[in-house]
């Protein structure tokens, strides 16, 4: 069984050359992330083009994802060699300042002396370090680091979001976004998102004319209005680090499991990120707990697990991703496919929606059906927007899923979706020999062979755009 928890790797100095780039591809990279919180467009604008041209080399569809840095304070920086803030030292922090140093921290959010208070306790990067706010004046705090640790670089500083004054996205993330848009990107990651209307706000066309909005729940307001940010986002991402300051670690694992379970459901793909192989930024090898933590998220049932600092900056980036892929390779093999699919019927998270989209539900719940009761050796889904083919994964069906699309922004976007292995399609779909005409591409390309019966599902639409999923088959590959 191929694998079908999808990969997301972040791209940064230590991985952005074309060879290691292209053996990440190799290794089980399905998504290359961007992050935009450091450097410059122009400098992630050249790493996004570099990782077109690779991917077209290689024959390879690669989704890109750039993640908007939102409204997330950061300390000055340290520099790149690691600064120890000991555990009872005092600590002095100055809104404005350029640099950070053992005593004295700098901090780029300007209003962070209205927004703290004595008593406040915050965290440093993903909760290495915590500090206790003890004094606010007219220029500065005085903190005492509660658990110390090392720090380097310019970490994020963990502020309740319902303290913060910002809004989210940024004028500097819009400013970044429109760059990236017109560049053709896939898919665009929504930092400290707390309701649907930071998601609106963002302001590009529907996917696949625009890119896959993919909310970053990381906030408690997010989790109170989880259901209107992921009817409002093409997918969504639980960023565990801020999560897990803001709500407590304790809740964590909890939060987790619902935020997978309700996107499932709502058929929106779902990634798990934020250090699920931290200590491979160092070690050739993950510790015994980030083995079960992969795993886990995949019994969970994840659309995709990231790599971050792993992948960026860490010393062996292919190795990090080759093994990511094998963690989750093993892990998919357990996966309890029949308990997913009853447990995602009876949810009925899209019941409420109407139209031809409801049509698209319908017919994917009778694919699976169907799919299942004849054990089916593969669905074939067509479709433009990849709606249908997200459909069908909702239920995480035991056969693969041969995603066709003739939309190429399509097929880079359904990297994301659990299961679905992406094709460019050489043509729309608008009769039954076209359809043939995929099954035997999929034939020809070894995904399915001669002999074999598939769900073919689509639309058939007589020339016109397609909105609905209404043609099923069930049939043996020639």
Not at 246 to 265: F, N, S, T, V, Y
Not at 405 to 426: F, N
């Amino acid at each position: 069984m191929s694998r079908r928890t999808k990969i997301i790797a972040t791209i940064g100095p230590a991985s952005d050359s074309v060879p290691v780039l292209r053996k990440m591809m190799e290794s089980g990279m399905d998504v290359a992330r961007l992050g935009l919180a450091h450097g410059t467009i122009d400098d992630a604008l050249e790493r996004y083009h570099r990782i077109r041209s690779i991917a077209a080399e290689a024959g390879r569809a690669v989704g890109i994802m750039i993640d908007l840095p939102g409204p997330k304070v950061r300390l000055a920086s340290f520099g790149t060699t690691p600064v120890s803030l000991d555990s009872g030292a005092q600590i002095v922090i100055e809104p404005g300042r350029n640099t950070s140093d053992a005593k004295t921290l700098g901090v780029d959010y300007l209003d962070f002396l209205t927004d703290v208070h004595a008593g406040d306790i915050l965290s440093i990067g993903d909760g290495s370090v915590d500090i206790q706010i003890e004094s606010v004046g007219t220029t500065s705090a005085g903190a005492r680091v509660i658990h110390g640790g090392s720090i380097q670089g310019s970490p994020g500083l963990h502020i309740p979001s319902d303290r913060l004054n910002m809004a989210s996205p940024t004028p500097e993330d819009l400013v970044k976004l429109d760059a990236f848009v017109e560049a053709g990107v896939d898919m665009v990651a929504v930092s400290f998102v707390r309701s649907a209307h930071d998601i609106r706000r963002v302001g590009t066309e529907p996917y696949p004319r625009g890119p896959l909005i993919v909310a970053k729940i990381e906030t408690r307001a997010a989790v109170d209005n989880l259901n209107g940010i992921i009817e409002a986002s093409g997918a969504v991402m639980v960023a565990r680090g801020d999560l897990g300051a803001e709500l407590g670690i304790e809740e964590l694992p909890h939060i987790q499991k619902q935020i997978i379970r309700d996107c499932i459901a709502s058929g929106k793909p779902v990634i798990t990120a934020t250090q699920m192989l931290e200590s491979m930024i160092t070690s050739p090898a993950p510790t015994r707990a980030e083995v079960s933590d992969v795993a886990n998220a995949v019994f969970d049932g994840s659309s995709a697990v990231m790599l971050s600092g792993e992948s960026a900056i860490g010393n062996d980036p292919v190795n990090t991703v080759a093994t990511m892929a094998r963690i989750v390779e093993r892990a998919d093999q357990d996966f309890d496919f029949g308990a997913w699919a009853r447990r995602i019927r009876l949810m009925g998270k899209m019941a409420s929606i109407a139209g031809d989209a409801r049509i698209t539900d319908a017919m994917s719940g009778a694919t699976w059906r169907a799919a299942s009761d004849m054990n089916v050796d593969a669905i074939i889904c067509i479709s433009e927007s990849g709606f249908t083919v997200r459909a069908i994964a909702r239920f995480r069906p035991q056969m693969p899923i041969i995603a066709f699309s003739p939309v190429e922004r399509t097929v880079r976007q359904l990297t994301l979706s659990w299961g679905a292995t992406p094709i460019l399609a050489p043509h729309r779909v608008d009769s039954l020999s076209m359809m043939d005409d995929l099954v035997c591409i999929a034939r020809d390309s070894g995904l399915v062979r001669s002999g074999d019966t598939v769900a073919v599902l689509a639309g058939a639409g007589g020339g016109t755009e397609v909105q609905a999923t209404d043609v099923l088959r069930i049939m043996r590959v020639k």
